[in-house]
């Protein structure tokens, strides 16, 4: 079996652990993939393989990294038959535009899988992929890159000029009403993307706020203050755009007053939605690595939460801030909804739910973590 994806970013974690694998393709899979199978099925040599770990007796072989691919001239996918009845947030595709990322969050592997170089594809290529998808029956396309703001920033930060054009391209195939672009950074909302966004897409963003308390953005590696989120938010609805935010609680390290400030900065913002997730530990990232080298004890997924709603519900610390921060979110939008006792039902099924997966993978790290260190 050939395995692929983020996960071998440490590919001794794979091969280490799962003895059904027989290679690993590492990074980027097009075309380490096609020359792994083709040296299988030449039975070569595989350290001739750029790209790509396996196992030689009980040691992990890794190959010379490959090389990040062009984005330019790439194949055009195949195109499932039931294309038109996928939803992912609403869009029936998602299409790549770009590669990289310029960001440095801990939690995140894209820059770690992709680099920070920024690699865009042409804006006629997208179209014509965008048109494939159309004849196949998919109309709400979404485009994705990580951060579509950093759409052709070769240099800079970002380069309204080029989104802008993307956009438009693909608007006057789609319509507005079925393009969305969500994925913004805060730091990279300028006034231009924003209008850009508002006037041909459907008009909603989505921002990695994480948290309202400075100390744990700096911590996360951030890169912006929550004045910039404020400002972004603010500057997106002026323009009529909808923002949406998403929201990392436990992350290691937050304090109950951490978490307060992340409350207040719910309340404060006028979003239209929110996603709250419990710190996970992506292999690969600097948070997987703290928290491989945490106790459980100072894990606060695996610390009971001693307030009388932690009793009540029989929540960890964690599940309970995720918990309180979907709630608050949810009544602090800037639609107001209707109380429904079923709605916070949900919210308290979400939250154990991430608990148990989330505290699932963190004993999976930390015994991969373990087990990494002690061979080496």
């Given at each position: 079996m050939i395995v692929g994806g983020p996960v071998t970013q440490i590919p001794e974690l794979v091969l280490s652990n799962m003895d059904f694998v027989d290679a690993v393709v590492v990074g980027e899979g097009e075309e380490s993939t096609v020359d792994l199978v083709e040296a299988l099925m030449r039975s070569s040599d595989l350290d001739s393989v750029d790209g790509i770990a396996f196992r030689d007796g009980e040691l992990v072989v890794k190959t010379r990294p490959r090389e990040p691919i062009d984005m330019e001239h790439r194949p055009m996918p195949k195109i499932p038959s039931d294309i038109a009845e996928q939803s992912v947030r609403g869009a029936h595709v998602y299409i790549e535009v770009l590669r990289g990322c310029k960001g440095s969050c801990t939690f995140c592997q894209v820059p770690r899988l992709f680099g920070k170089k920024i690699r865009s594809r042409p804006i006629d290529e997208v179209v014509e992929e965008v048109k494939m998808f159309r004849k196949k029956g998919a109309h709400r396309i979404a485009i994705s890159g990580g951060t579509t703001s950093f759409y052709k920033c070769d240099g800079g930060w970002v380069n309204e000029d080029e989104l802008c054009k993307l956009l438009k391209s693909i608007s006057e195939v789609v319509g507005p009403r079925n393009l969305s672009a969500p994925?913004?950074?805060?730091?990279?909302?300028?006034?231009?993307?924003?209008?850009?966004?508002?006037?041909?897409?459907?008009?909603?963003?989505?921002?990695?706020?994480?948290?309202?308390?400075?100390?744990?953005?700096?911590?996360?590696?951030?890169?912006?203050?929550?004045?910039?989120?404020?400002?972004?938010?603010?500057?997106?609805?002026?323009?009529?755009?909808?923002?949406?935010?998403?929201?990392?609680?436990?992350?290691?390290?937050?304090?109950?007053?951490?978490?307060?400030?992340?409350?207040?900065?719910?309340?404060?913002?006028?979003?239209?939605?929110?996603?709250?997730?419990?710190?996970?530990?992506?292999?690969?990232?600097?948070?997987?690595?703290?928290?491989?080298?945490?106790?459980?004890?100072?894990?606060?997924?695996?610390?009971?939460?001693?307030?009388?709603?932690?009793?009540?519900?029989?929540?960890?610390?964690?599940?309970?801030?995720?918990?309180?921060?979907?709630?608050?979110?949810?009544?602090?939008?800037?639609?107001?909804?209707?109380?429904?006792?079923?709605?916070?039902?949900?919210?308290?099924?979400?939250?154990?739910?991430?608990?148990?997966?989330?505290?699932?993978?963190?004993?999976?790290?930390?015994?991969?973590?373990?087990?990494?260190?002690?061979?080496?």
């Open positions: 994925d913004i950074r805060v730091d990279a909302a300028s006034d231009g993307v924003l209008q850009a966004i508002a006037k041909y897409t459907i008009g909603w963003v989505f921002f990695g706020i994480e948290s309202g308390s400075q100390r744990m953005l700096d911590k996360m590696l951030k890169g912006f203050k929550t004045s910039d989120v404020e400002d972004a938010v603010y500057r997106a609805k002026r323009v009529g755009v909808k923002p949406a935010g998403s929201f990392i609680v436990a992350y290691p390290g937050e304090s109950e007053e951490d978490f307060e400030e992340t409350i207040n900065l719910v309340r404060e913002l006028p979003l239209m939605d929110h996603f709250v997730s419990i710190a996970e530990p992506i292999p690969g990232t600097p948070l997987a690595e703290e928290i491989a080298n945490m106790g459980l004890d100072e894990n606060p997924l695996f610390k009971e939460d001693e307030s009388s709603l932690g009793k009540l519900y029989n929540l960890s610390i964690a599940e309970s801030r995720a918990y309180r921060l979907m709630v608050e979110g949810y009544y602090s939008r800037s639609l107001v909804p209707i109380g429904d006792d079923q709605v916070l039902k949900l919210f308290l099924k979400e939250a154990k739910k991430q608990g148990e997966d989330i505290r699932l993978c963190t004993k999976l790290v930390k015994e991969l973590y373990s087990k990494l260190n002690t061979s080496k």
